[in-house]
């Protein structure tokens, strides 16, 4: 998989990009598990990529979803058993 960001919000800390092999879009956030930081993507649809690019209030209340693992559902890749926390 390769994953490529076409958004960044450093200041709310997610990103907004695509996964190239599928074309897959996705917004992801930092997270640590205190061996190494690392980023979980969670897949959105169109509508949400357009918006979010548009609408911070709207991306970042989704973000803070996923850092409460509300939206584990939506994951990419499914995290290993040592699973980090959301900086």
Known sequence: M?????FK???HMFALGVEETTGRL???IPVSNGMVDYEEY???D???FDLFQTDLDT???FAMSC?????DDLLIVQPGA??????
Do not use: H, M, P, W
């Open 59 to 61: 991306a970042l209340a």
């Open 9 to 11: 919000s450093r200041e």
């Open 82 to 87: 040592n699973r980090g926390t959301a900086i």
């Open 26 to 28: 996705y917004l992801s």
């Open 42 to 44: 969670y897949q959105i």
């Open 46 to 48: 169109r509508a949400n």
């Open 67 to 71: 850092r409460r693992r509300e939206l």
């Open 2 to 6: 390769k994953f490529s960001d076409v």
